[in-house]
C-alpha cells in the first residue's frame, strides 16, 4: 500500500505566555503546510508458520510558517522520515508476540532562513510488544519502547522509554 497526503495547519501557532510568543515546539500546531508520503507492506507465512514480517516507511516535507514570529522569515520543522521493521508471531495460546525495529530520522529546524540550535537527529528504538486475548473480538496489547542508538544534534529533551496499553476490537 503506498499514499500521498497532506498535513492541514488547524493549530494555532501564536500563543504567548505573559505577552511573550512561546516557542515553535511548544505551540498546539505548526502553521504550515507539510507533504507526506508512506507505504506498508506485509508477508504472513501460514499455514507452514504463524509469523507475519512488516515494513513501514513516510516522509514529510515540511512548510513553513511565515506568520510564526512575525516578519523574521517564519519558522519550520525538519523534515521527517519514518522507516520500521517488524513481525508478529501468532500462537493459538492466550499470548501472541511482536517486535518492531524503527528508525526516525529528523532535519533540523529553521528560523528566520537559519538552523535551529539543538534540533534534529537519528533515532533508532526498540519495541516489544505483546498482546493478550481477552474475548474472540478484543485483544489488550501492551508495547514498550526503548532507544537502543541516538545520534542528536546538540542537547535535546528526548524520552527514555515509552510504556502504553491499547485495547483492541476486531469487527466481524
Excluded: C, H
Excluded at 497526503?5 to 505577552?19: A, V
Excluded at 507539510?34 to 504472513?44: E, K, N, R, V
Amino acid at each position: 500500500t503506498i499514499g500521498l497526503g497532506t498535513k492541514i495547519p488547524f493549530g494555532s501557532s501564536s500563543n504567548t505566555d505573559r505577552g511573550i510568543l512561546l516557542p515553535a515546539d511548544m505551540q498546539p500546531g505548526t502553521g504550515a503546510w507539510d507533504g507526506i508520503a508512506w507505504f506498508y507492506a506485509s508477508q504472513g507465512f501460514l499455514p507452514t508458520m504463524p509469523l507475519t514480517v512488516y515494513v513501514v516507511g513516510s516522509g514529510r516535507r515540511t512548510g513553513t510558517n511565515e506568520r510564526y514570529g512575525s516578519g523574521r522569515g517564519g519558522y519550520s520543522f525538519g523534515n521527517e522520515g519514518l522507516f520500521s521493521l517488524g513481525g508478529g508471531y501468532r500462537t493459538d495460546g492466550i499470548m501472541d508476540y511482536s517486535l518492531t525495529l524503527r528508525a526516525r530520522l529528523a532535519g533540523a529546524d529553521r528560523f528566520d532562513n537559519a538552523v535551529v540550535p539543538n534540533t534534529g537527529g537519528l533515532w533508532l528504538t526498540a519495541i516489544p510488544g505483546l498482546n493478550f486475548k481477552i474475548f474472540d473480538q478484543t485483544v489488550l496489547r501492551g508495547t514498550f519502547q526503548f532507544p537502543i542508538y541516538r545520534r542528536l544534534t546538540g542537547v535535546q529533551l528526548t524520552t527514555s522509554f515509552v510504556a502504553s496499553a491499547a485495547v483492541l476490537y476486531t469487527f466481524n
